[in-house]
């Protein structure tokens, strides 16, 4: 039997330019809202396309509902109560979905 959905393969990702100037090549996991704002959640990808330490970033997100094809506003979140209030909702979607695969910590 075939997969249920074949382009699951088809990682959507968004390159994120640091403060630094360099820029990270990230895998979109998901997008969340918390306390009706919507945040994205990314996996940084080294230039292999991989992860190397589990770690995931969150973004305040928002599009502009005028222009659909503009491109996103990727927001960084600076307060700490905020950011745990997202990182929280980002525990509960691990625990009702099963990505513990993609950020297995475990895995070398």
Partial sequence: ????NDF????MTVELELEDGTNVNCAIITILTVDSKDYIVLLPLNE???NE???VWF???SENPDD???EPVLDYIADDEE???VADAFDEYLDSCEFD????????
């Fill in 1 to 4: 039997m075939g997969k249920k």
């Fill in 8 to 11: 699951e393969d088809e990682e």
């Fill in 48 to 50: 292999e396309g991989e």
């Fill in 53 to 55: 330490d589990g770690e």
């Fill in 59 to 61: 973004y305040g997100y």
């Fill in 68 to 70: 659909p094809n503009e």
């Fill in 83 to 85: 950011y745990e209030k």
């Fill in 101 to 108: 695969e993609l950020i297995d910590e475990e895995e070398q």
